[in-house]
């Protein structure tokens, strides 16, 4: 019964990671699936019970999607700023140039 319900959650997550289109999105699917195989092994070393096994799939679905997610590179060009127009009027736009070159 517990390999069962292990196996439907793990179906599950995966299922849920490919749906998501954004790189930053993917690679913390990712990392949450990484991190959640590695904590359920380490928690099966440790506690060598099942309460331990899915308290370390746990901690490790969260850690690997907090790095997964973090360590995604911005790409240039993508990052949005603010510009004022002659009239005053405020508005976001992607970045050009000056704020890559740090003269803004």
Same mark, same amino acid.
């Given at each position: ?7 439907? &959650?793990? /179906?599950?997550?995966?299922?849920? &990671? ?9 690679? !913390?699917? $990712?990392? =949450? ?5 590695? %904590?359920? /092994?380490? %928690?099966? &070393? ?6 331990? @096994?899915?308290?370390? !799939? %746990?901690?490790? =679905? /969260?850690?690997?999607?907090?790095? %997964?997610?973090? $360590? @995604? +590179? ?17 508005? @976001? &736009? +992607? ?10």
């Amino acid at each position: 019964m517990r390999l069962h319900t292990s196996i439907a &959650a793990i /179906l599950m997550a995966v299922a849920l &990671a490919g749906c998501e289109t954004s790189e930053q999105g993917q690679r !913390a699917g $990712t990392g =949450a699936l990484v991190g959640g195989a590695g %904590g359920a /092994l380490v %928690g099966q &070393a440790i506690g060598r019970d099942t309460k331990s @096994t899915l308290i370390g !799939a %746990g901690a490790g =679905a /969260l850690l690997g999607a907090a790095v %997964g997610s973090a $360590t @995604t +590179p911005k790409r240039r060009g993508q990052e949005m700023c603010r510009y004022q127009d002659r009239y005053g009027r405020v508005y @976001t &736009a +992607p970045c050009d140039e000056r704020y890559y070159n740090g003269d803004y």
